[in-house]
């Protein structure tokens, strides 16, 4: 099955630096990658997608990149302020598999003032 | 919209004992899942559900049981509750099988004596 590998676990940056984190893919089918926001005590929601027929997106200060040759995506926030401060979790998802969607483990970003 | 509603947000059993998850969705979709959250192994998926009617495993389905007789509810069924189980429970709901946005509940802490 699909196995989602994510990077880094933890992530500390200073109040208007940027933060990347990144995710790689096992299986070659998955066309649909979102990435999710976890505050504390909350569900993770949605903060942005991507499908396999696109390279980039981007919604204000946060973009998803897309390598599919090599598997990976990424999600890059800009100008961070302290209330980015949550878990981020990417997810991919394959049509060889029923639709699940596979998570990768997540990672705890920090925006220090 | 009430959105994914679940109840109870707290419970704490004894081991052995047996009791049920409950979610609702109020949005009219057709694909629900259930997932169980621990500290750092990200989401991972225990049952789902792509109609009223069809429920299928997902990877960690073992002492867990799902029945989907309309589209809005998808109880989560302990049958014989073990200290393993203690976790935090997340149902989830998406108009398409997971190649659209899933929306998540507040969650359900369970611990396990």
């Known amino acids: 099955g699909e196995n989602v590998e994510q990077h880094p676990s933890t992530l500390s940056v200073q109040e208007g630096d940027s933060a990347v984190i990144k995710c790689t893919y096992s299986d070659s089918a998955s066309n649909y990658f979102p990435w999710y926001k976890q505050e504390l005590g909350k569900g993770p929601q949605l903060i942005i997608d991507?499908?396999?027929?696109?390279g980039e997106k981007k919604d204000q200060r946060i973009a998803v990149t897309l390598n599919k040759t090599a598997k990976h995506f990424s999600l890059h926030i800009t100008e961070t302020q302290p209330e980015d401060s949550a878990v981020y979790f990417c997810?991919?998802?394959?049509?060889?598999?029923?639709?699940?969607?596979?998570f990768g483990d997540g990672t705890t970003l920090t925006v220090k003032p | 919209n009430a959105g994914v509603t679940q109840t109870p947000k707290f419970q704490v059993l004894k081991t052995g004992q047996s009791m049920t998850l409950q979610c609702a969705q109020d949005?009219?979709?057709?694909?629900m899942s259930w997932y169980r959250q621990d500290p750092g192994m990200g989401l991972r998926l225990i049952h789902y559900?792509?109609?009223?009617?069809?429920?299928d495993q997902g990877e960690v389905p073992n002492g867990y049981n799902v029945s989907r007789s309309t589209t809005e509810d998808f109880p989560l069924r302990l049958l014989s509750a073990a200290p393993s189980q203690t976790s935090v429970y997340f149902c989830a709901s998406s108009g398409l099988a997971g190649y659209n946005e899933q929306f998540f509940g507040p969650g359900t802490r369970l611990t396990v004596l």
């Open positions: 991507i499908r396999s027929n696109v």
């Open positions: 997810a991919a998802t394959s049509n060889t598999n029923a639709g699940k969607s596979t």
């Open positions: 559900s792509v109609g009223a009617g069809i429920t």
């Open positions: 949005m009219n979709h057709e694909y």
